[in-house]
């Protein structure tokens, strides 16, 4: 299998020539002309043109819609023609309305904000191209990965100026609710999905016979992200799996001979958004989408943001990856159009998929020499950041160390050989002046001004200011955590356990993966090859030595063994916070909107008696997690009665949790965690 | 009136091919007086042998042939089209398969009796054989000849002249009583016992299972070929098992009666052949399937004869018998004696064919057809790479006018009405009965028709939709001269299943030939046959070039797996007709359920405990 989806030569610096900076030409011609140019896409095979309004119609007539309809009549007593009023409703509020002409308007105005943003946007010649031919021959689903608002039509606006079939793309609702743009957006391809579906039949039946409808008929592309939304942290989200299942079910029931999956990996030096992500996560909320907030960000237009790399993956076929996975004859004894539960088989094998097209996602984003940095400079005690400044030298020294490890390790790198090495740490620095300055030989953390400016200001905000500038720093580094995390949870294993008994070392780090399921991707079912992998990475530079039964320290390795061990150390920190928390301090029976302040002033409170080093523990995302991932060790159980949401806790389950997380608690005494992969 | 056997009896000798047409079906086949064939003293049972290929399909003396201008035409005397030009087909054979006529690989022409193993004999049972006085033969011609169907496998292997294991010998009974006479025997000296009609299977149900260490016999059921009495006051027909298709309808025809059962195979196939496979016939929509034309039927089983008591056209007696009997594929005993439905000649034929913008046009009217249940007596619907290949078999047309109206007729709907000619696909249709029903039943088809947006296209083509039918197993013949391999094979499917099958089966197709090596892009292409209720039989066609690969057969195999595979995993069934034999049986428990397959093994271990009926298809 692993030859099956993995480019051969996946790792090293990334070959310069196969990107193409797209922005180049626009710079040296016309911006109307590019957006008035011939657009003459060649179109999936057997599709016959049909139009917005068409297919809305087919999807109202559709033999499944027509089943939910009457169902959900009998069942509220409604009428069926009121059900399906309402359905058309839903559909209205819902469907794209792709123009040719909007997608003009949208290249011109793209062209534009690009320009000022970006120095320039590098695309892989050989990714189109293949997607060019994979166009023409199967129903294509476009997988981006979602860091940035500016993400949102750059696919569209390639395509466009490629000659590719320009997508429809899967939009959450709020984007519909801003004046004016929500509508060119919905001309530009975009359709709306509601948050929070919740239980509603009819919302789901509309939703899925609208993206089937468009798979079936090969009608666009499809773009949607699986991760379900923009990450906040710019570390890759656990996939959501309907709208996936809802892509793949007409290969599953043989509605169309193949689909195929591209998937996208798009990476920023710098994402616009990074300020405001950092300080949602610390709880000031999200502004709302708005037509107004869009207008007056527009002073974030007016900053340098680098280079962004959209690589176009390789064209999956899904018929080839599902094989062995999916028995299709499981359709055949009840109507392909009666709504019906999927089947175990069919759930597993969505979620694998989901899961290896993160992972592919991962594997094809560039890494740039900032991420690298971040990912040293949150190893220095704060002090050092904040007051004493770190030495430049020391700081390029083992940046350029790391690059050489992350290299071995087969990362992407946006470092070419071209510049000398520490032109590129400098720009790399100079561009991320809102977070770090270099003065004197030193870097220190930039603090928010904004706030120091008139009354002194009190510890726990302080706190705050500083965790807003870490939290930016950890999102940076977040973008390669995917290289070093199978050997890190390794090196955590043998630092915490001690052991070096292959079998305990296993169990140890089967428990991590566990545990951390939620803040990094792990493809289902591929624990002893993770754990494999995670051997071989850490004998590669020469850290451990590994036999049949043992794994053992290596002493010219410790350099790395400490780096990967620090890299997860804030997680295990912040989780440990949470654990505390939950099984000392709190309550038994708590709502999420009373645990995430609960556990940031615990955590603030720790910081500033010392006890606690990371500013990680105060992310909501962080204290997110580990309530999902305590759910799902049964530690916590959501109380399915109440309408708020509330969690009951299991004191002694986390407390255990701790324990074993500290090594309190031996790996060999791991084999009653409920979990029974252990 | 009852008519006595003897007025019936025939010797098996050369029937020129007849299809039971009345007097204005322009036949494509035509019906012919063979002069100087006439039965030779000697054992009648070799005479079919004589004339027919020993390597390939059909007639000896028919074959297609490209001649020194490279332009095709059919030789023998037999079929209508002797000496006609086809040239369209040299153009669409290269452009189709890449092929060349440069490129040939002809068959081994004679067969080497020295390659055939020697026979593995009983001497026993042979001594006792002797004493009863049925004729046998342990020639290796004879043999051989019985030893396969046509599966490509089969011919291929007989084309380089190699043989597997063969019968070791073949008895040819004359009657139900022989029959029961050599069961017994073989019973009794434990000898494997094949029951051979036609030879038409395309299942490997007639292969010799290679690990049968005992000897093999087959049984020929040729001798068996009469209609024993005709019943006109209820409409029945008695006839022995061995009789084929053509002979048993020119026979009732001569009487003014048909059975109506006509499978493409007709030609050659057997009634005892259609009964233990299940056979199905084209014009279905008006006679029914074997199982429902059969009354009654005699089975000789190991354990005894098995028969109902009466003729009763239904029963409420438990599960029917007869379904043991029908698809038992020959592995419970030899069917003798068969009590059919018979009907009057019908006083009135027609052809016709639609012309549709696109297949899914076509079979949204199909489904229509069959939902108003009005379907003509057949209704087939070819898709556009099957439409072109019957363009390309049109004969020369003898004069200006006929190509000018051609060419007039290929405007008006590629030009007028705006048919794609890469999309388009045509029905071809077939209505039978008084004359007056007939063109009222045509008129609501086309109207059917029309409002999917078919246009009426003409009896010629709708004739010549149905000759392919016949030629196509002599067209595959041509192919292998020329580097060019295929076959056949049907499911059937439920009416929603059926665009979506044709679609994955055909790319699917597409798809293990390039993964497999095949250098050009095979012909895989699909037409529905048969019109039910709840669904249809689908027909697919699938031949590439194989020049460059070393082992053709087994990449054939391979892709014709996949093909299977493809139709299981989209809701199609394993056969609508031509049965599991041996190439289809590992298949069998998923489709019947373990406790199906445990049902149908408990009344082969009952019938046939020591598996005297050896030829392991179907379990």
Redesign the interface.
């Known amino acids: 299998m692993t030859n099956t989806y993995r480019d051969s030569g996946r790792a090293g610096l990334v070959d310069e020539r196969q990107f193409v900076d797209i922005l180049e030409e626009r710079r040296h011609s016309s911006d109307l002309g590019h957006a008035l140019r011939t657009f003459n896409p060649h179109p999936y095979q057997g599709a016959a043109p049909c139009s917005a309004a068409e297919l809305n119609k087919a999807v109202l007539e559709a033999q499944y819609l027509r089943y939910v309809t009457k169902e959900i009549a009998m069942e509220t007593g409604s009428s069926v023609e009121e059900v399906r009023k309402e359905a058309c409703g839903i559909l209205e509020e819902m469907s794209q309305n792709l123009q040719l002409g909007f997608i003009r308007l949208m290249g011109y105005t793209l062209t534009k904000v690009f320009k000022r943003l970006f120095t320039s946007i590098f695309v892989n010649m050989e990714g189109l191209n293949m997607l060019q031919q994979a166009i023409q021959e199967t129903p294509v689903i476009l997988m981006p990965n979602h860091r940035s608002y500016v993400d949102f039509l750059i696919i569209s606006y390639i395509l466009f100026t490629y000659d590719i079939p320009v997508p429809v793309i899967a939009a959450g609702i709020p984007l519909a609710g801003m004046k004016m743009v929500g509508e060119i957006l919905r001309r530009s391809g975009a359709f709306f999905i509601r948050r929070a579906i919740g239980s509603d039949k009819l919302y789901w039946a509309v939703l899925s016979e609208y993206v089937k409808a468009i798979v079936r008929k090969g009608y666009a592309p499809m773009e949607f992200y699986v991760e379900g939304l923009r990450s906040r942290t710019l570390k890759s989200l656990t996939p959501k799996l309907g709208m996936m299942h809802m892509v793949l079910e007409p290969y599953f029931k043989g509605e169309v001979f193949d689909i195929t999956l591209v998937p996208i990996s798009i990476s920023y030096d710098r994402v616009l958004e990074e300020s405001l992500l950092a300080h949602e996560l610390l709880g000031v909320p999200k502004p709302k989408e708005s037509t107004m907030g869009l207008l007056k960000a527009s002073k974030v237009l007016q900053e340098d943001y680098g280079t962004m790399h959209v690589n176009f993956g390789r064209p999956l076929s899904v018929r080839q990856l599902c094989h062995g996975k999916i028995n299709r004859c499981q359709y055949n004894l009840i109507p392909r159009d009666l709504p019906q539960k999927p089947t175990a088989e069919a759930q597993a094998c969505v979620s694998w998929l989901a899961h290896l097209m993160v992972r592919i996602q991962e594997e094809g984003s560039l890494i740039s020499p900032w991420s690298l940095m971040a990912c040293l400079l949150l190893q220095a005690p704060i002090t050092v950041l904040t007051e004493e400044g770190l030495l430049w030298q020391q700081l390029t020294e083992k940046t350029l160390w790391l690059r050489k490890l992350a290299l071995d390790y087969g990362a992407r790198l946006n470092w070419s050989g071209q510049a000398p090495d520490s032109d590129v740490m400098s720009s790399a620095v100079a561009l991320h002046c809102s977070i770090v300055h270099r003065k004197a030989g030193r870097v220190y953390l930039v603090q928010e001004e904004e706030l120091a400016r008139k009354r002194p200001i009190s510890l726990e905000e302080g706190v705050t200011r500083t965790a807003a500038a870490v939290l930016m720093l950890a999102s940076y580094r977040n973008q390669l955590l995917h290289v070093f995390v199978r050997p890190a949870l390794l090196a955590t294993a043998i630092h915490i356990t001690k052991s070096t008994q292959r079998n305990e070392l296993f169990t140890f780090f089967c428990f991590l993966q566990d545990l951390f399921s939620y803040e990094f991707i792990f493809i289902p079912d591929k624990l002893s090859q993770d754990f494999e992998e995670a051997c071989l990475l850490l004998k590669k530079c020469g850290a451990v030595h590994i036999s049949q039964q043992e794994v053992t320290l290596s002493d010219m390795g410790l350099e790395a063994l400490s780096f990967l061990q620090a890299l997860l150390q804030p997680f295990i920190d912040s989780y440990q916070v949470m654990f505390r928390y939950l099984s000392e301090e709190g309550v038994n029976v708590f709502t999420e909107k009373q645990f995430l302040p609960a556990v940031r002033n615990l955590a603030t409170k720790l910081i500033l008696s010392g006890e606690l080093h990371t500013y990680e523990a105060l992310s909501s995302d962080t204290q997110k997690n580990v309530l999902s991932a305590l759910r799902r060790l049964e530690a916590v159980t959501k109380l399915r009665a109440s309408e708020q949401n509330e969690y009951k806790v299991n004191k002694a389950a986390v407390r255990r949790t701790g324990d074993i997380l500290s090594g309190k608690i031996p790996p060999q005494m791991l084999q009653t965690t409920p979990d029974a992969r252990l | 009136m009852l008519y006595i056997s003897t007025k019936y009896q025939i010797i098996r000798k050369d029937f020129p091919f007849y299809l039971g047409k009345t007097a204005h079906g322009g036949l494509w086949v035509q019906i012919k007086n063979l002069p100087g064939h006439l039965p030779k003293e000697s054992p009648s049972h070799v005479f079919l042998q004589e004339i027919m290929k020993w390597n390939g399909w059909g007639y000896s003396d028919s074959r297609f042939l490209f001649n020194k201008k490279g332009q095709a035409e059919f030789t023998g005397k037999r079929y209508i089209i002797i000496g006609m030009i086809i040239p369209g087909l040299k153009d669409w054979f290269e452009c189709t398969f890449g092929a060349s006529l440069q490129h040939k690989t002809p068959a081994t022409p004679l067969l080497n009796s020295s390659a055939v193993q020697p026979p593995t004999l009983n001497e026993a049972f042979v001594e006792e054989l002797k004493s009863t006085g049925i004729p046998f033969s342990q020639d290796a011609e004879d043999r051989v000849f019985r030893a396969h169907g046509h599966c490509l496998h089969e011919i291929f292997a007989l084309r380089e002249g190699k043989f597997g294991r063969v019968p070791d010998m073949v008895v040819w009974p004359n009657c139900h009583n022989d029959v029961v006479k050599i069961v017994e025997l073989a019973s009794k000296h434990n000898v494997c016992l094949i029951p051979y009609g036609g030879g038409t299977s395309v299942s490997s149900a007639l292969e010799c299972p290679p690990e049968e260490t005992r000897s093999i016999v087959s049984l020929d059921t040729s001798q068996m070929n009469r209609i024993l009495w005709v019943d006109e006051k209820n409409l029945t027909a008695h006839v022995e098992a061995g009789i084929v298709g053509q002979d048993l309808e020119r026979l009732l025809n001569e009487s003014g009666y048909c059975t109506g059962h006509e499978p493409d195979s007709m030609e050659f196939s057997s009634l005892g052949g259609w009964v233990a496979t299940r056979a199905s016939g084209m014009k279905k929509n008006i006679y029914g399937n074997i199982e429902d034309l059969v009354v009654h039927i005699k089975m000789v089983t190991p354990q005894g004869v098995i028969e109902k008591s009466c003729q009763g056209p239904r029963m409420s007696t438990g599960p029917d018998i007869h379904h043991f009997i029908m698809g038992s594929e020959g592995t419970l005993g030899v069917v003798t004696e068969v009590t059919m439905k018979i009907r009057p000649m019908p006083e009135y034929q027609k052809y016709g064919s639609v012309v549709f913008p696109n297949f899914e046009q076509g079979v949204a009217c199909l489904r229509e057809v069959a939902r108003q249940r009005c379907a003509p007596a057949s209704i087939r619907l070819m898709d556009n790479e099957q439409f072109k290949f019957g363009h390309a078999l049109k004969p020369q047309v003898s004069s200006i006018f006929t190509s000018f109206l051609d060419g007039l007729k290929k405007f008006y709907i590629t030009k007028f009405k705006g048919f794609d000619p890469n999309r388009l696909c045509v029905a071809t249709l077939l209505f039978e009965g008084d004359r007056e029903k007939v063109l009222q039943h045509e008129k609501q088809v086309y109207d059917i028709a029309a409002k999917f947006g078919g246009l009426a296209a003409g009896e010629d083509n709708g004739q010549r939709g149905y000759m392919l039918t016949f030629v196509i197993a002599y067209l595959r013949d041509l192919g292998m001269d020329y580097y060019v391999i295929g076959e056949s094979f049907e499911t059937s499917v439920p009416w929603?299943?059926v665009l979506?099958?044709c679609?994955?089966v055909k790319?699917?197709i597409v798809r293990e030939c390039k993964e497999r090596g095949v250098q050009f892009p095979p012909l895989s292409t699909c037409r529905v046959t048969q019109t039910y209720d709840a669904g249809a039989c689908v027909y697919f066609y699938f031949a590439f070039n194989y020049r460059g690969l070393s082992d053709p057969v087994h990449v054939y195999e391979q892709v014709e797996h996949a093909a299977r595979e493809e139709i299981?995993?989209?809701?199609g069934s394993l056969s609508h007709h031509h049965g599991v034999g041996k190439l289809r049986k590992e298949w069998m428990r998923?489709t019947v359920s373990n406790v199906g397959m445990g049902m149908l093994k408990s009344v082969k271990d009952y019938v046939d405990p020591n598996n005297i009926f050896g030829n392991r298809n179907l379990l």
Request: avoid cysteine.
């Open positions: 929603d299943r979506d099958i679609r994955n790319a699917r299981l995993a989209n809701g998923e």
